[in-house]
């Protein structure tokens, strides 16, 4: 089982769509979450660290529920520029700084 | 303006030699990190440094060495034991203090002929 699991989509939906992005992980020591974007043949950017509380940042909602390991990420009212793959990022409770990715999940907003 | 270059952007190897990738930071962030993308997937780890001086094997860190004899340098080589080392290699950085967020260089697209 990966230690971080995503539905690797793609996500096909209209401009204004709400979508939801769903991420599990197996490690129940894990401490931080986060969601990065990665736009085509780029780098991994911060999008949102995700509190247990939940937090929004705009259009951008984070979940976090520590005891079924679940996080999500949701966007409304969708942008062309949302188009990308958006990554679920898991820091573990061993010490070790390092994170873990999942696959990651591509959205494709359509005109 | 503070951040993390990596060199080069492209780099071509002919099989059974050894490649040295560059990452630098101007950000006084005390871990770098490598990591490796192939395409569909996640980045895994392949090694990380907490301070100089000193590093730990990632994920699948057979096949590349590293080393950081300073606080702004993490080179990682990727020698011809790699058995498929065609990839996307990513390094980044974070600080002890504050947030530990992951700050990620612009990447290595290495490839293999």
């Known amino acids: 089982r990966k230690e971080v699991e995503q539905d690797p989509g793609p996500f096909n939906v209209p401009e204004g769509a709400t979508v939801a992005f769903n991420c599990t992980y197996s490690n129940s020591a894990s401490q931080s979450f986060f969601w990065y974007r990665q736009d085509c043949r780029k780098e991994p950017k911060l999008l949102m660290s995700v509190y247990s509380s939940g937090n929004e940042d705009g259009r951008f909602t984070a979940q976090l529920n520590r005891a079924s390991q679940y996080i999500s990420l949701l966007i409304r009212d969708s942008k062309l520029s949302d188009s990308a793959t958006y990554l679920c990022v898991v820091r573990g409770g061993t010490g070790r700084r390092a994170l873990t990715f999942g696959s990651g999940t591509r959205l494709q907003v359509q005109p | 303006d503070g951040g993390i270059t990596q060199s080069p952007k492209y780099l071509f190897r002919k099989e059974g030699q050894n490649v040295t990738l560059s990452c630098e930071q101007n950000l006084n962030h005390d871990a770098m990190y490598w990591y490796r993308q192939d395409p569909g997937q996640g980045l895994r780890l392949i090694y990380y440094?907490?301070?100089?001086?000193?590093?730990q094997k990632g994920d699948i860190a057979e096949g590349y060495s590293v080393s950081r004899e300073k606080k702004e340098s993490f080179p990682l080589t990727v020698t011809s034991a790699q058995k498929n080392p065609t990839a996307f290699y990513l390094c980044?950085?974070?600080?002890?203090?504050?947030?530990?967020?992951?700050?990620f260089g612009p990447g290595t697209r290495l490839t293999v002929l």
């Open positions: 440094s907490q301070i100089v001086n000193d590093f």
């Open positions: 980044a950085s974070t600080s002890w203090e504050g947030t530990d967020t992951q700050y």
